[in-house]
């Protein structure tokens, strides 16, 4: 039999469908390369923000037409959609076959014997790579998020922050690893909690330096610091330990004390700079990817400037930004006043014309340098990697012109010969 697998949304729903899509090929089913291919077609729907609901419904749609050629293609959803519009995608779209909030053990389980027997003994013993390329794994390390900020769904589509089990998160590794992966990505909504529910010994700096130990690993990059539980002395613990790239993922989303407080994000705009004045003058190759929310309700012009000004006076390497959405369920939705909908694509349009512009300029210090990447892809007349500050499917990309000896998963030391806003193009060093 054979399945076929769409994951849509954040990283967190990438690593849980790789585990859903093992747990599929160690039990003998075959990954279908399209949906119109596979007698089961899964959808991991996301359900955070207007736009991410409407491609979640639009992928549903397109992949039951499949049914209306092949009656006998089962068709399963589950995700953070059907977790919020359980009953409404029920008795609105009837053909979906199977509906979950989210997979258990039990239901995965049920779901892989659906179409009969496979193998007797299932071979969970291999790492297949579905949604990454082979030298790149996810690791996700926590569930849920307990911040509660007034804008996101997601502690109500999660729950409340619980960390993995520490040796459950190495044997994930040490998996990975076996199974070619070079770069480790650290993820979860906010690592920096990680451990505090569980005790001492199962703090971040621990479990960071016990991945670093696992063999193979050559790079870890950590997503996702809130900046309520980063302080100094963590980022020193962190960084410090080998293996671990200076590459600082910390959602500031605004910069406005009082709509900091609006949006609960329990910091304050002195914290903020003073992580990144810290990382600056500690970690002087570091890149700091940030990202921000505009048109917030009660953001006013002045607020708007303010978060102008610190962008100027305080360049980032990396910076994703996006217009406030009202979604159903949070605080932020019933404050007062809303914004106007052209107020904040106005607002998006000029806080990312800005940092465009600085991005150009940060990039430029790297020309002429040499400098790590890791190899992603190769292709007929030049290869793709990335720098130790670019993140798979998120930053810039470096191109390699020519064919030069080298295979995926490689990390070599490369001369970039020039940058824009975007990307790097590179020699191979000699």
Request: charged share 25%; hydrophobic share 40%; proline share 5%.
């Amino acid at each position: 039999m054979k399945f076929h697998l769409i994951s849509l949304g954040c990283t967190k729903n990438t690593a849980d469908s790789e585990h859903i899509a093992n747990r599929f090929a160690g039990a003998g089913w075959v990954w279908a390369e399209k949906p119109d291919q596979a007698d089961l077609i899964m959808i991991n729907t996301c359900g955070f923000i207007r736009d991410a609901k409407e491609e979640s419904l639009a992928t549903i749609m397109d992949n039951l037409a499949v049914k209306s050629i092949r009656p006998e293609v089962q068709v399963c959803v589950f995700g953070c959609l059907v977790k919020r519009y359980r009953s409404e995608i029920q008795s609105e779209i009837p053909e979906i076959d199977h509906l979950f909030e989210f997979l258990s053990e039990d239901q995965l389980n049920s779901l892989i014997s659906l179409l009969g027997p496979k193998r007797l003994t299932p071979d969970f013993s291999q790492s297949w790579r579905f949604f990454t390329p082979p030298h790149i794994g996810i690791l996700k390390i926590a569930e849920g998020c307990s911040n509660r900020c007034t804008y996101c769904a997601i502690p109500g589509i999660r729950g409340p922050f619980h960390s993995r089990p520490h040796d459950e998160i190495i044997a994930d590794a040490r998996q990975l690893a076996a199974s070619g992966a070079k770069e480790l990505s650290v993820v979860a909504q906010d690592i920096t909690r990680y451990g505090s529910e569980i005790g001492d010994r199962c703090t971040l700096p621990a479990l960071v330096k016990e991945l670093s130990a696992i063999e193979g690993i050559e790079w870890l990059r950590l997503h996702y610091m809130h900046p309520r539980g980063l302080t100094q002395r963590l980022i020193d613990e962190l960084y410090s330990i080998p293996k671990v790239l200076p590459y600082f993922d910390i959602p500031f989303q605004h910069i406005s004390k009082r709509i900091l407080e609006a949006m609960n994000r329990h910091t304050s705009p002195e914290h903020l700079v003073g992580l990144i004045r810290h990382i600056r003058s500690h970690f002087p190759d570091s890149i700091i990817r940030s990202t921000f929310i505009v048109g917030f309700p009660g953001e006013q012009k002045r607020d708007f400037e303010r978060l102008i000004n610190f962008i100027e006076e305080h360049p980032l390497d990396r910076v994703g930004a996006f217009a406030y959405s009202e979604e159903e369920g949070t605080l932020a939705e019933k404050l007062k006043p809303q914004t106007r909908t052209s107020t904040r694509q106005a607002r998006l349009d000029q806080l990312m014309t800005l940092q465009q512009l600085i991005v150009g300029e940060q990039n430029q210090r790297l020309v002429n340098k040499v400098t790590q990447v890791i190899v992603d892809e190769i292709l007929p007349d030049r290869v793709l990697a990335r720098t130790t500050g670019d993140a798979y499917e998120v930053d810039n990309t470096t191109t390699i012109m020519g064919r030069p000896e080298v295979k995926p998963g490689d990390i070599i030391e490369v001369r970039i010969t020039s940058a824009d806003s975007y990307d790097f193009t590179a020699e191979m060093a000699e």
